[in-house]
């Protein structure tokens, strides 16, 4: 299991894009999480074959409208989940998803008002 962590100053939003911040590890480095930036959002799990997304929390600054992208080695998005409230998790068996080797998840918002925060948890499958 690895945990990634990335935070948004208030009044900007997740663009899709690597915060410029250098993340830090835990001391068993299992969680990235990097300090606050005025952008990020694109989650880079450096994958060496097949994993699973168990888990996707985020917390949103006031009414931001969000996406949740998958993107895969070719570079071609597809979007896994949307809405408009301020938390959501997806933590559901249903809601899991496969990530192969290379594919990342980009999340965008738009609209936020206060800080954001957005936690993955990925496991790595045989």
Not at 70 to 90: A, W
Not at 110 to 124: D, H, M
């Amino acid at each position: 299991m690895r945990i990634f962590c990335q935070s948004i100053t208030a009044g900007d939003d997740f663009d899709g894009t690597s915060p410029s911040t250098t993340p830090v590890l835990n001391t068993k480095d299992i969680e990235k999480n990097w300090p606050a930036d005025d952008h990020g959002g694109l989650f880079n799990f450096n994958l060496r074959g097949p994993a699973r997304l168990d888990q996707l929390e985020l917390t949103l600054g006031g009414q931001s409208a969000w996406d949740v992208i998958k993107v895969d080695c070719d570079g071609d998005e597809y979007t896994l989940f949307s809405g408009t409230n301020q938390t959501e998790y997806i933590t559901h068996e249903a809601d899991r998803i496969i990530l192969l080797e290379d594919e990342t998840i980009k999340i965008s918002t738009t609209g936020a008002t206060a800080a954001l925060k957005a936690r993955i948890i990925v496991t790595e499958l045989p």
